[in-house]
């Protein structure tokens, strides 16, 4: 009898397990299905344009050679844009350089590097949305 | 230090070190520290583009580095599954799933490559643990590693200096599908309770009284 009722209780345990496999799936298929939806309509909306270098994509992680190589712009010119010195701080990320250089003025030194992309691409007349 | 601190922090250092970085980065992954591959594997898809890293050197490393923490990860299975088998090994539902994933495990591994990769660690500690063959492990884990560097890298590339596009869809979809998983082991289990439940009903009513 005792045999009986643990069989019965494990049984039950068993089908706990797999109501709540069930309820889990579909709190995660409704939670990630709604957002790679979402995401599916922005990849639509921005479109593929895998040579366009948008200084809107300059992010804190990047440093300065490779913003420079991205958007085929002289590393000298955006360090002498920048006012800083290229040795010492050539792996810097933005996010760090913009800490050091300009406390307390979040941001500023990453609009400081898109205005010196800006400016050397009009004054060599690059071709927006050219291949990097 | 939050994800989007490790995730900044990693992308500095891939485009500082290369694709050194790049490999640590996919072992460290596969042993369970929060870093995340599959957007490692996309981002370095668009340096190549870019130029800032060479492909030879980003799929060797990254392949390697991939192979080596899964491989960490199944020893560490086979560390933990001694322990347990010296407690569990007599008893049938460990013995069982120990044979389940021995006839199955090929494509689980293979899958959570590149596919399933948030059970990719499970899978790497379960496949250690109930001692499948290393060495079948390691074609299944090869082969799925270098679909996974392949196909998302490939991503990278195509979206170039739009990889950040693709990566949330991926991450999202990535999630669905663990999802669709998690459902179907579910409606697979209550399925399997229900037949073995009738089964035993079926015994019962013919087995003599008494």
Known sequence: ?132 | MTDINVTDFLLTAIINYGALAFGVALVLGALGVPVPGTLAVIAVGGFVRQGVIDWPSAATFGLTGAVLGDSLSYGLGRFAGDWVERRLGQSSVWQNAQTTFNRRGGAAIYLTRWLLTPIALPINLIAGGSRYPFWRFLIYDLSGEATWIVLFGGLGYAFGSQWELINQFISDFSGLLVGIVIFAGGIYGLFRYRRHKAASARREAVAPRG
Do not use: C
Request: glycine share 10%; proline share 5%; charged share 20%.
């Open chain 1, 1 to 132: 009898m005792a045999v009986k009722k643990s069989n019965s209780k494990f049984v039950t345990t068993e089908r706990l397990i797999f109501i709540s496999l069930l309820v889990v799936g579909l709190l995660l298929i409704g939670f990630f299905g709604l957002r790679a939806v979402g995401s599916y309509i922005r990849i639509q909306q921005t479109g593929l344009e895998p040579g366009v270098t948008d200084v809107e994509a300059i992010r804190g992680w990047m440093t300065i050679p490779y913003i420079a190589q991205a958007y085929q712009v002289p590393e000298s010119f955006i360090f002498e844009q920048l006012n800083i010195p290229a040795e010492g701080n050539r792996k810097k990320s933005l996010r760090d350089l913009n800490r050091e250089q300009t406390a307390g003025n979040p941001g500023a030194l990453t609009e400081a590097v898109k205005t010196a992309i800006r400016r050397y691409q009009a004054e060599h007349s690059a071709t927006p949305g050219g291949d990097p």
